[in-house]
């Protein structure tokens, strides 16, 4: 969610100031890039130079700097950023924000900017419960200024109580949910489900199919960078978890039917999962044995059809409900059928015949079929498979923002 984000930090003079070094990294890790104003105050708690070496970039501190001004001026300074964050933010620089006032370049820059402001208070707990910050805090909310904490602790003077700055990681996470709330798919959930089933025959023994996860692990990352908060349901695979994303591993294809099932209510599901159609009915409760119990005759049963049951009209459906079809031969037939059958809304259509390489493999060539269209993809990686497919998501949910909201069913 940060990833090209342009952060201007705003350090002002608590004791915590201390840990922003700490913060710059984070979000640079978070592929971040940090512009700093360090005000006098900020300077006495942290040098000038360590944020400049963290964040790879000089720091501003003087608004009456020629130099300064020359390179970057205060106005382009609070411009060019996509946010300003304001950590720690003292109760005297809230005040000053709460009341116009632009006495340094901190608060110039926040006086100018057109951006969205985030402020992370830190102070006394005496100072943050005094009925004049209480009145700046709410009066800065009412103007859409985000407040990120305090945190109840410790304090650095001994007492105890609300106004510790909240830690980096906190820090980061707000910021990436801020910036979710405004991506094209804020504000909406989405289950995907992923990899292959593993459908026991005894306790050591299974039947599986040779899906590796690659492209459903992909689109719960994209729709997770497009904003989405993406449950990932995924059978026995050998990927890491997308960041960011609520991973729940099952085995069998019913313990995926029921953690879909625990899932809902999503606004999307997209079911990418290779799950097995049938289940050995006459499950062995030990281990076969061989020349004990002789060859073992399996007697199958159909599984459940979660995209079937997804796709069911009523009060739970998602918005938007697509299915995959891997098919070895007249693909484009069997989706639409498959369309038809399961009454989901999209199917991606793919050819898996062993000389695709598709299953297992990093390259998918996908034809989207709706119920009124059939668009042909390119062949490409997985993972732009993906990216296409969670903005063609976006821009259907988008397009249809006014016939329903976030959350609510079709
Ligand atoms: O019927 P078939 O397995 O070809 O359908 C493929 C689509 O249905 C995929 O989207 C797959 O994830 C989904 N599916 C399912 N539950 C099943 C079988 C398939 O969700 N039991």
């Excluded at 009412?142 to 820090?171: F, N, Q, S």
């Excluded at 199919?209 to 908060?229: D, M, P, T, V, Y």
């Amino acid at each position: 969610m940060l990833n090209g984000k342009r952060i201007l930090l705003i350090v002002t003079g608590g004791i915590a100031a201390y840990k922003t070094p700490e913060l710059v990294r984070q979000l640079i890790k978070a592929g971040a890039t940090v512009r700093c104003v360090l005000t006098r105050g900020g300077a006495q708690f942290v040098t000038p130079l360590a944020l400049a070496s963290v964040s790879g970039d000089q720091v501003y501190s003087d608004l009456f700097s020629l130099t300064d001004e020359h390179e970057m001026g205060h106005i382009n300074l609070s411009r060019e950023a996509d946010v300003v964050l304001v950590a720690p933010a003292t109760a005297n620089t809230l005040a000053k924000m709460a009341h116009g006032l632009a006495d340094n370049l901190s608060t110039t820059v926040l006086l100018a900017t057109d951006k969205p402001v985030l402020a992370v208070p830190a102070m006394n707990v005496r100072m943050w419960e005094h009925a004049a910050t209480k009145s700046n805090i709410a009066m800065l909310r009412a103007r859409g200024v985000t407040m990120i904490g305090p945190d109840e602790g410790e304090m650095a003077c001994g007492e105890w109580g609300e106004g510790r700055m909240a830690e980096p990681e906190d820090i980061v996470l707000a910021l990436s949910s801020f910036f979710g709330s405004t991506a094209p798919l804020g504000g909406y959930s989405a289950i995907v489900t992923s990899g292959p089933t593993h459908e026991p025959i005894d306790p050591v023994r299974y039947i599986a199919n040779r899906s590796s996860g690659k492209q459903g692990h992909a689109i719960a990352q994209a729709l997770k960078e497009l904003g989405a908060r993406v449950t990932l349901i995924s059978g026995p695979v050998d990927l890491p978890d997308p960041q960011g994303v609520k991973v729940i591993h099952v085995q069998s294809a019913r313990d995926m039917a029921t953690a879909v099932e625990g899932a809902l209510p999503a606004d999307i599901a997209v079911c990418a999962a290779a799950v097995a159609d049938w289940r050995v009915d006459n499950q062995a409760p030990q281990k076969l044995k061989k020349g004990i119990d002789g060859m073992p005759s399996l007697s199958m049963v159909e599984n459940p059809d979660i995209l079937a049951a997804l796709s069911r009209p009523g009060e739970r459906r998602p918005q938007l409900v697509v299915g995959f079809a891997a098919e070895t031969e007249n693909v484009l037939e069997h989706a639409r059928a498959k369309l038809a059958k399961k009454g989901c809304d999209w199917i991606c259509a793919n050819d898996v015949s062993p000389s695709t390489g598709t299953f297992g493999g990093d390259q998918n060539t996908v034809q989207l079929v709706t119920r009124t269209s059939v668009e042909d993809w390119p062949s490409q990686s997985k993972f732009h498979v993906a990216k296409q497919l969670a903005t063609r998501i976006a821009a259907h949910l988008g397009a249809q923002k006014f016939a329903h909201k976030p959350g609510e069913a079709s």
